[in-house]
């Protein structure tokens, strides 16, 4: 696991059925890894207001869940690719989310990106990681952000990220720029 920290605490920092976790045969069939199947098992992936969506079919449900939180509409099986085979997850901000069974990295494939399909993370906890980030500095409504306050945001995503794995925001990453982009207006 390459992001190392108190996942008990972001747990409780989360609103009650806001980790989305996976079903441990879903998890142990997905990454070959002891460690990363006990990750998306015991943890999970914030929903972090639906940017992240599972896929219904690898959810541990959670009646206490988001409502959006499942996505019923995608293939589960799957795919090949030019990068291996990737098998979906759900969806991260309208993207296709998938996990290379091979290495346990994380890939988007987005309509609108160059790039059918994109690296975004080099592993589970970086994804979740960042989804909670994003949530995490996000000003509470009481706030009024100015345009230098959100690019003071933006970069505390960036540098807290690169710590653990600079694959998200990494010269020639599209995903996570696109998605700072919209941030503001979310």
């Given at each position: 696991?390459?992001?190392?920290?108190?996942?008990?605490?972001?747990?409780?920092?989360?609103?009650?059925?806001g980790?989305?976790?996976?079903?441990?045969?879903?998890?142990?069939?997905i990454?070959?890894?002891?460690g990363?199947a006990?990750?998306?098992?015991?943890?999970?992936?914030?929903?972090s207001?639906?940017?992240?969506?599972?896929l219904a079919?690898?959810?541990?449900?959670?009646?206490?869940?988001?409502?959006r939180?499942?996505v019923?509409?995608?293939?589960?099986?799957?795919?090949?690719?030019?990068?291996?085979?990737l098998?979906?997850?759900?969806?991260?901000?309208?993207?296709?989310?998938?996990v290379?069974?091979?290495d346990?990295?994380?890939?988007?494939s987005?309509p609108?990106?160059?790039e059918e399909?994109?690296?975004?993370?080099?592993?589970l906890?970086?994804?979740?990681?960042?989804?909670?980030?994003?949530?995490?500095e996000?000003?509470?409504?009481e706030?009024?952000?100015?345009?230098?306050d959100w690019?003071?945001?933006?970069?505390?995503?960036?540098e807290?990220?690169?710590r653990?794995?600079?694959?998200p925001?990494?010269s020639?990453?599209?995903?996570?720029e696109?998605?700072?982009?919209?941030?503001?207006?979310?």
């Open positions: 696991m390459l992001v190392e920290l108190d996942w008990q605490a972001v747990v409780a920092s989360q609103p009650t059925g980790m989305l976790r996976f079903r441990a045969d879903a998890a142990s069939a990454w070959s890894d002891p990363t006990r990750f998306a098992t015991e943890f999970g992936v914030p929903h207001r639906g940017l992240f969506r599972i079919d690898l959810a541990e449900r959670d009646p206490a869940g988001p409502e939180a499942l019923d509409d995608i293939d589960p099986l799957p795919i090949d690719t030019p990068h291996g085979e098998r979906p997850l759900g969806l991260l901000f309208n993207s296709f989310l998938y290379r069974p091979a346990g990295t994380i890939w988007v987005d609108d990106a160059e399909f994109e690296l975004i993370h080099q592993d906890s970086s994804l979740a990681y960042v989804v909670y980030k994003v949530e995490a996000r000003p509470g409504p706030e009024d952000p100015d345009p230098y690019a003071d945001i933006e970069e505390i995503i960036r807290d990220t690169a653990w794995d600079r694959t925001f990494e020639g990453a599209q995903f996570w696109r998605f700072l982009l919209s941030y503001p207006m979310m």
